[in-house]
């Protein structure tokens, strides 16, 4: 019988207000849970904004050649002339001399020259024209947060999809373990870990007009408390670490102070998880839990390396024995909140 199995044994009149798991390699396995995150398939399976298209906004060079010496645009002794830089109006349109108004957004460079074409040729001989976008104004994305260039950047050929539109901005100035790249586009959003859109090219998606990137650094936090060096709130490092990565992270324990046979990982946890590292017991609702390590037992390190830590954990070293530290909890516990109880252990 273990020393957790021999206090609880001994209390079966006073059921402790929290459950109490011996963390084996099997319990490990059982409670981890992936930290993957996803755009989802709204954002996988949309098309991209067509950046062929000109729309409201958008600024135009228009170049005329003419096949006369004394032209209806250019000059005496001119063959072309470049009208002055030209915006699409919200409503779609350009006004071109002698031309009129004419009906640009949603139109490509092509559509629009040789529309064009047609309304001068009735005014100059054999008109030749090109047309160019020296602006886009009309589709953009906006890039805050940890990038090394934040700003509104139009959508182009070279910055159609997600990589790119990064790029453009200087790049991510995070660690990609631990850089989140969210994605706003309308009652849309959606996540994911950078690393994974290095790794796979199927989530640099297509970007569409008024998207929004946000670049943040991980926000996980643990909290530790008790017989260590220090007694702090810790953001996660990487996607994943462990219990003895959590205990590295805080300087260990104090040598003189910890019992390595009682280190405590103090959640909430929830019910599908806590049927499998419970059995025989019946959850529908989540349940406080205190996970116990055993750094004294053959495997203990192995076992505390292989037990996740999640956010919100209260990662807990007690100086006194297991079977009294478990009996002042329960004594606490009606009184204060679980989180509450954790915390006034520290003091």
Known sequence: MTEIEASTASDDAEALPFEVVDVTDQ??????????????AGFLSALGQNVDLFGPGDSLSITVWE??????????????????????????YIFVPYAGRIRAAGRSPEELR??????????TPDPQVEVRRVRSDSATVKILGSVNAPGVYPIDASTQELV??????????????VAIVKLRRGSQSGQIWL???YDNPAFDVPLQADDSLII????????????????QRVQFPARNISALEALGLVGGLNSQLANPQGVFVFRTELPDIANKVMPGKSFSEPVNTAYVIDLTKPGGMFTAGSFGIRSGDVLYVTE???VRVIKTLSSLSPLVSFAGTVNNLSR
């Open 320 to 322: 006194a024995p297991l």
């Open 195 to 197: 690393q994974d859109l």
């Open 27 to 40: 319990v490990a396995r059982f409670s981890s849970r992936d930290e993957t995150l996803n755009f989802g």
């Open 114 to 123: 040789r529309i064009i074409t047609q309304g001068l040729q009735s005014q």
């Open 67 to 92: 096949n006369v010496d004394n032209g209806l645009l250019v000059g005496m002794g001119q063959k072309q002339t470049s009208l002055q830089e030209t915006q699409i109006d919200q409503s779609g």
């Open 216 to 231: 943040e650094r991980d926000r996980r936090t643990f909290t530790a408390l008790g017989a260590f060096g220090t007694q």
């Open 164 to 177: 790119g539109m990064l790029s453009k901005a200087g790049g991510i100035s995070l660690d990609p373990e």
